[in-house]
């Protein structure tokens, strides 16, 4: 004869206790695995913030405190030296020279990087990737390193002195990482979206407007402020090319007002917290896009 081995019972609170012992081990892993990562990105947070903060409330402090305890809150609120700030003349020329060239440049470069972008991605033609393995290799080379050949170039066309001569640069060096950025999200665009484009009677010029523009958003919303921020806080093009204060930009204004009040840093630390707005708020803005449009092109599916 044969016995049947009944599979052993337990109680239900039993079940329920080891369910409840397994998730807690899970979760005591997945804290060990993630632990390191939570130091790193709290010392990384710490070591980006403390400087802005420091310059913050260093504008609300006399330059006594200031250099006595950078790093300590002010004794008494010094509003003044934020109002100081805003009412010298200086610092709304060099704002809007500021503003005038970061528009400039982020439009232009939008004009010029969409259209070669979209050749690039949608068009096949015979040397296409040779020709744009070519145009990356000014990713190689920093600015500085053309420093001489281009103010040559600039001076021998008049433009030393005009903002020109700081916008069409920063244009030219903005448009290698900008086409490949914009390059790898129309690309994987899916090509059902542009063959019913043509079955609707469109063109690639309707498909590039009408379709792929609206799409690109994140992408374009990415080299907007990547360009926005690194117009707003260019120093060394200016310094070289412009020469009239009248012309200056912001980094170019606070050498300016630390030279006028070279004694009262806390003025100086009021001009710098105030020309760093922008630039956080330009980031504030297009944070939710900006993971999105660097990754666009990494995955294939």
């Not at 504008?59 to 305890?69: A, D, H, P, V, W």
Request: net charge positive; charged share 10%.
């Amino acid at each position: 004869m044969y016995t049947i081995q009944q599979t052993p019972t337990y109680p239900r609170a039993t079940l329920q206790a080891n369910l409840v012992l397994q998730r807690r081990r899970r979760m005591m892993r997945l804290y060990v695995q993630l632990f390191p990562r939570y130091v790193i990105c709290v010392l990384v947070a710490i070591f980006v913030l403390v400087p802005i903060l420091t310059a913050f409330i260093g504008g609300f402090k006399t330059s006594g405190e200031l250099l006595n305890s950078p790093f300590s809150l002010p004794i008494a609120w010094q509003w003044q030296n934020y109002a100081n700030v805003l009412t010298q003349s200086m610092f709304w020329q060099a704002a809007e020279n500021s503003i005038i060239v970061m528009l400039a440049t982020v439009g232009l470069l939008m004009v010029i990087a969409c259209p070669v972008s979209f050749v690039f991605a949608r068009m096949p033609f015979r040397g296409r990737e040779v020709i744009f393995n070519i145009m990356l290799i000014g990713l190689l080379f920093p600015f500085a390193m053309a420093i001489l050949p281009l103010y040559i170039t600039l001076r021998t066309f008049h433009l030393i002195d005009t903002l020109l001569a700081v916008i069409l640069p920063q244009v030219a060096f903005g448009l290698p990482v900008t086409i490949l950025i914009l390059r790898n999200f129309f690309r994987d665009v899916p090509q059902e979206l542009e063959d019913a484009t043509y079955i609707d009677g469109g063109t690639q010029v309707d498909f590039f407007w009408r379709v792929l523009m609206p799409l690109a958003r994140p992408a374009l919303a990415t080299v907007g402020m990547l360009t926005m921020v690194a117009s707003w806080n260019n120093f060394l093009l200016p310094l070289l090319v412009l020469n009239s204060p009248q012309l200056w930009t912001l980094p170019l204004g606070i050498t300016q007002f630390q030279s006028q009040f070279s004694t009262d840093w806390a003025s100086v630390m009021a001009f710098i917290s105030i020309a760093m707005i922008p630039a956080i708020i330009f980031y504030l803005f297009a944070e939710r896009y900006l993971i999105t449009g660097l990754t666009a092109g990494a995955v294939k599916g």
